[in-house]
């Protein structure tokens, strides 16, 4: 079972960039891994924000982070990462990564083994 640490997450003013980082607690490729990225505000559910196949054929970003999130991997770090530019205050909330079989922006089902995950804070 593959256990992930999440990390980049910090302050940040409205307009302001960030990028997160997922890789393997014991520093194992994530190769053969699909990575999604989910999110979490205060006071709402988990939601999906992006997702990358294993292959990096397949790409999937929310509506609300299109244009403005980039995902990608470092095949020789190992590490997923999570490029935010032009950061609203509605992007606020603790980030978190998960290796999947299917690259999916649903949130898993039964999933009860997330990591600490990485606050994000937009603020003036």
């Known amino acids: 079972q593959v256990q992930l640490v999440e990390s980049g997450g910090g302050l940040v003013q409205p307009g302001g960039s960030l990028r997160l980082s997922c890789e393997a607690s014991?520093?194992?490729?994530?190769?053969?891994?699909?990575i999604a990225w989910f999110r979490q505000a205060p006071g709402k559910e988990r939601e999906g924000v992006s997702c990358?196949?294993?292959?990096?054929?397949?790409?999937f970003y929310a509506d609300s982070v299109k244009g403005r999130f980039t995902i990608s991997r470092d095949r020789a770090k190992p590490t997923v990462y999570l490029q935010m530019n032009n950061l609203k205050s509605e992007d606020t909330g603790v980030y978190y990564c998960?290796?999947?079989?299917?690259?999916?922006?649903?949130?898993?089902?039964?999933?009860?083994?997330w990591g600490q995950g990485t606050q994000v804070t937009v603020s003036s």
């Open positions: 998960a290796a999947e079989q299917f690259c999916s922006l649903s949130v898993p089902f039964g999933k009860d083994d």
């Open positions: 014991d520093g194992l490729s994530l190769d053969y891994f699909q």
């Open positions: 990358i196949g294993s292959s990096d054929s397949t790409i």
